[in-house]
Each structure stands twice: as structure tokens, then as C-alpha cells.
């Protein structure tokens, strides 16, 4: 099983919802992530957990909340967001140690906030 | 500031000839680079890594070359199938798991 599976794949939100993305992978990865790609963007890093552990965090707004509440999943929570956070959400997964190492995409969700 | 540039927004080229997709970095303590293919709708998918210390690496069909005096890579697929077309993302990774992936090439491939 070769698959990083994020759930929802569209999300529409009002500004004052709270809402969550979540990501599972069982390829035994210990390195987790989001990105963020807007339109005509290349898809850039939020956040990196490592062990389970948040390792970088790229001066996110804390209306975006991440949690790995275990080695295999990883979660996304979103409160108080803007219009201009309506983007694609990638979560990845890879091995952890060598670099240069491939990493595994979900599919995304394609987030609107209205 | 943009460290990995895609100065090609796209390409097009003829099934069965050579692509070659570029990208040049600012960054020198980069250490290994990445090509990433992506269709609609689909996450990206890795294709083929460079480390720093190396020129060229080669798998199947794919071949990434490194200039690093230049900051400089390039993919080459060839022969280039109908299949190939996507849009192509360079990444550099600085330290473990950031990865900085450029602004991508939008490449066809015509019959």
C-alpha cells in the first residue's frame, strides 16, 4: 500500500466554522506533512511532524492547528480561517533519515472559505 | 524570495523527441534536488532525485543532470510519451524533510 489518503477532497467553510483535514498513510512513514498550493503555486511547507512529534512548523497562523495523534494519521484543524487560505491541502508522507528521499502525496482537499 | 525557479512556464514537444525541463536555485547549501510530476486532481508524484554531490543520476527514461557552479539542473525525458504530460516541479530539500519546491513546467506532449 503505496497511498497517502486525505479525506475530505472538496471542503467549503464559513469563516467562523470549525473544521478538520485528515490524512492517513500505513506505509510505516514516521515523517508526515502539510503543504499548502494555491492556483498557478507550487505547493509549499507548513508543517512536518517527525516521530509523531512537530518538528517545523513554517510560521503558519495558529488558525491552523496540525495534530498526529498517532503514526499513521495525521489531522489538520482549521478555525477563524480567511478567504485567502482557500487553497489545495497535501499531506505527504516519507521515511525518515536519508535525504533525497521520495515522498508519498494524498490527492488533496481543495479547501474554499467563503 | 525564490529559491527554486521554473523560469518555463511550458513546453511542448513531439512524442518520441527529448523534453527537457530546467530549474536553477540561489540557495548552495541545498543538498539533494527532486522532480516531481503532478496530473489534475492527483498529489505530485516523485520521479527522481539528485544529490548535491553528484552530476547526473539516470533511471529508465529519466535523467537529471546537476551544474552546481552554474546553480543549475535539468530534467531529460526521452523518448517522451503522450503519458509525460503534467506539469513538472523541481524541489530542493536544505536539511532534513523541507523540502522548496519551484513554480513548475506545464509539459505536453503531441502526437
Known amino acids: 500500500d503505496t497511498e497517502v489518503t486525505q479525506t475530505p477532497k472538496h471542503l467549503v467553510m464559513g469563516m467562523t466554522n470549525k473544521k478538520s483535514l485528515k490524512c492517513e498513510q500505513h506505509?510505516?512513514?514516521?515523517?508526515m506533512y502539510w503543504y499548502k498550493q494555491k492556483a498557478k503555486k507550487p505547493p509549499e511547507l507548513m508543517f512536518v511532524y517527525s516521530y509523531e512529534k512537530l518538528s517545523i512548523n513554517e510560521s503558519v497562523p495558529s488558525r491552523f492547528s496540525p495534530e498526529c495523534p498517532n503514526s499513521s494519521l495525521l489531522n489538520l484543524h482549521l478555525h477563524a480561517l480567511q478567504p485567502e487560505d482557500s487553497a489545495l491541502y497535501l499531506c505527504?508522507?516519507?521515511?525518515?533519515?536519508?535525504?533525497?528521499?521520495?515522498?508519498?502525496f494524498g490527492q488533496g482537499t481543495r479547501l474554499t472559505v467563503v | 524570495d525564490q529559491q527554486v525557479k521554473q523560469n518555463s512556464p511550458s513546453l511542448s514537444v513531439q512524442e518520441g523527441r527529448i523534453s527537457i525541463l530546467n530549474c536553477d536555485y540561489t540557495n548552495s547549501m541545498f543538498d539533494y534536488f527532486l522532480w516531481y510530476k503532478k496530473y489534475p486532481a492527483e498529489g505530485p508524484t516523485f520521479l527522481i532525485s539528485i544529490s548535491s554531490i553528484k552530476d547526473k543520476n539516470e533511471d529508465g527514461r529519466f535523467t537529471v543532470f546537476l551544474n552546481k557552479s552554474a546553480k543549475h539542473l535539468s530534467l531529460h525525458i526521452v523518448p517522451s510519451q503522450p503519458g509525460d504530460s503534467a506539469v513538472y516541479f523541481c524541489a530542493a530539500e536544505k536539511g532534513a524533510q523541507k523540502l522548496v519546491f519551484g513554480q513548475g513546467t506545464r509539459l505536453t506532449i503531441n502526437p
Open positions: 506505509m510505516g512513514h514516521r515523517a
Open positions: 505527504a508522507s516519507s521515511p525518515l533519515g536519508q535525504g533525497g528521499t521520495e515522498a508519498f
